[in-house]
Antibody, heavy 117, light 110 residues
């Protein structure tokens, strides 16, 4: 069945970088766009970024543009988001989701990132 | 990133019909289709409605969606205790070139 498993979360100091991964299985990875969405503790959902199925299109939320970089490796069924210059406001559960470029459909369980000194 | 506006809460007794509203603008709901997600506590969101009024496989027909102008709504008929959750609307925004979520509505079953 469809599985999306995020990894790479943890505690990181402000200003440092972190790379999250999303491992996909149970479907043809290269046919789907992949999104990242985050949720700060006790808050609502915030869309972060999307990468198209072939990696040619990348779109970011204003809050992360210039600091986050999304990528994918269709040969490994994995995609990544590199996060730089982290601040406490980036503390959240980060979900990856597959779908179309304009619709996250199926979500992973998320990985918690805590930015604190 | 602008967000779509939802009422913070809604409630009903078992069997009742509850409606959740979502207000946007001409750059998001006014131009693109609306999607709805359900999130139970401590779990990942689940797609409930897409393309304004379509249900993914497995979603009961008690859930229905509609869109009019720059607003949308989700209706839950025959409310059940397991429907108690947070509900989010969402749509692509052509001005932001990104996906925007609603502020979320907590539905409580009394």
């Amino acid at each position: 069945q469809v599985q999306l498993v995020e990894s790479g979360g943890g505690v990181v100091q402000p200003g440092r970088s972190l790379r999250l991964s999303c491992a996909a299985s149970g479907f043809t990875f290269r046919n789907y766009a992949m999104h990242w969405v985050r949720q700060a503790p006790g808050k609502g959902l915030e869309w972060v970024a999307v990468i198209t199925n072939d990696g040619s299109g990348k779109y970011y939320a204003d809050s992360v543009r210039g600091r986050f970089a999304i990528s994918r490796d269709n040969s490994k069924n994995t995609r990544y988001v590199q996060r730089n210059s982290l601040s406490p406001e980036d503390t959240a559960v980060y979900f990856c989701a597959r779908g179309t470029a304009m619709l996250p459909e199926y979500w992973g369980q998320g990985t918690l990132v805590t930015v604190a000194s | 990133q602008s967000m779509l506006t939802q009422s913070p809460s809604a409630s009903g007794t078992p069997g009742q019909r509850v409606t959740v509203s979502c207000s946007g603008s001409s750059s998001n709901i006014g131009r693109n289709t609306v999607n709805w997600y359900l999130q139970l506590p401590g779990t990942a969101p689940k797609l409930l409605i897409y393309n304004n009024n379509l249900r993914p496989s497995g979603v009961p027909d008690r859930f229905s969606g509609s869109r009019s102008g720059t607003s949308a709504s989700l209706a839950i008929s025959g409310l059940q205790s397991e429907d108690e959750a947070d509900y989010y609307c969402a749509a692509w925004d052509d001005t932001l070139n990104g996906y925007v979520f609603g502020t979320g509505t907590k539905v409580t079953v009394l």
